[in-house]
Nanobody, 126 residues
Framework: QLQLADSGGGVVQPGGSLRLSCGSS????????VGWFRQAPGKERDGEAI??????????KYDDSVKGRFTISRDNAKNTVYLQMNGLKPEDTAVYYC?????????????????WGQGTQVTVSS
């Protein structure tokens, strides 16, 4: 069973940066596509990821709301996927979840994930 642990959240001022990390236990993340989702205060978790990356890192996709500001990457040697968030805005405030699913090597989807982390809080406030 794949178990995910996401971390790296915190409080940051508008315009600031954070880097979230997603690691696994039970199985290696190497063979899974990974996506990052978020849940804004008072709302349900978004059904579509804001970013995803294929298992071989060849493909990444972004929601328009974060394109150009967030970067997803992975280091399979460290069994970790990262979400670098720059230019943070108050509307980025949310609990961020990493998720993983078995997908073709060069593919990732912004939907349909099977395994989930516990979430990490990101607060953007002055």
């Amino acid at each position: 069973q794949l178990q995910l642990a996401d971390s790296g959240g915190g409080v940051v001022q508008p315009g600031g940066s954070l880097r979230l990390s997603c690691g696994s236990s039970g199985r290696t993340l190497e063979y899974y596509a990974v996506g990052w989702f978020r849940q804004a205060p008072g709302k349900e978790r978004d059904g579509e990821a804001i970013a995803c990356i294929s298992s071989n890192s060849e493909t990444s996709k972004y929601d328009d709301s974060v394109k150009g500001r967030f970067t997803i990457s992975r280091d399979n040697a460290k069994n970790t996927v990262y979400l670098q968030m720059n230019g943070l805005k108050p509307e980025d405030t949310a609990v961020y979840y990493c998720a993983a699913s078995s997908m073709p090597l060069y593919f990732c989807s912004l939907r349909n994930y099977d395994y989930w982390g516990q979430g990490t809080q990101v607060t953007v406030s002055s």
